[in-house]
């Protein structure tokens, strides 16, 4: 109301949105919510491994403010998933929430233990894109910016490698 009052929010739009409002609490108000939040959106992005938090991820998770609420909390586990090589995720797969923001990536040795190559990236990227995705492959090489044919290739590459095939680069 504030905002259209200041002529900052358009007055019609306004009482489209606001025949029911809903106040959802900030994450920080929550912290119960961490948990099931977390948990979930870590089977999302598992990508094929059973991954779990040790109890130094969890406390971080838990002592975090989120400031960018629940899609920085989404933002942290998708980037820990990227980073665990094995199955469980520790304190160290989630730099950003020591410090509120994203460090820069140095290369140091423990920097360089955590970095997966592209192509490994683009994987775990692709396996979970196809997962959620009910379309056409024409439609979803539309939505990637790729064309169909390398959208094919990409899936066959990827099939061939969770054969346990090693395939050529």
Not at 30 to 57: H, Q, Y
Not at 151 to 156: A, D, I, Q
Request: glycine residues 6%; charged residues 30%; hydrophobic residues 35%.
């Amino acid at each position: 109301e504030s905002r259209v009052a200041e002529g900052l929010f358009r007055e019609d739009l306004y009482f489209r949105i606001s025949a029911f409002p809903i106040r959802l609490p900030p994450l920080r108000e929550r912290p119960a919510d961490i948990d099931v939040l977390a948990k979930s959106m870590l089977a999302r992005n598992e990508t094929g491994r059973s991954l779990k938090f040790d109890d130094s991820a969890w406390r971080l998770l838990m002592s975090y403010d989120y400031p960018g609420n629940v899609r920085e909390l989404g933002n942290f586990i998708e980037r820990a998933v990227l980073l665990c090589e094995g199955d469980t995720i520790t304190a160290e797969h989630l730099p950003g929430i020591r410090t509120g923001s994203v460090p820069e990536v140095r290369q140091s040795a423990s920097t360089r233990d955590n970095i997966i190559s592209l192509k490994q990236a683009e994987q775990i990227y692709l396996r979970r894109v196809t997962t959620g995705f009910s379309g056409t492959n024409r439609a979803l090489a539309e939505l990637l910016g790729i064309t169909e044919r390398t959208l094919y290739r990409k899936l066959r590459e990827l099939r061939e490698v969770d054969r346990g095939r090693t395939i050529r680069a």
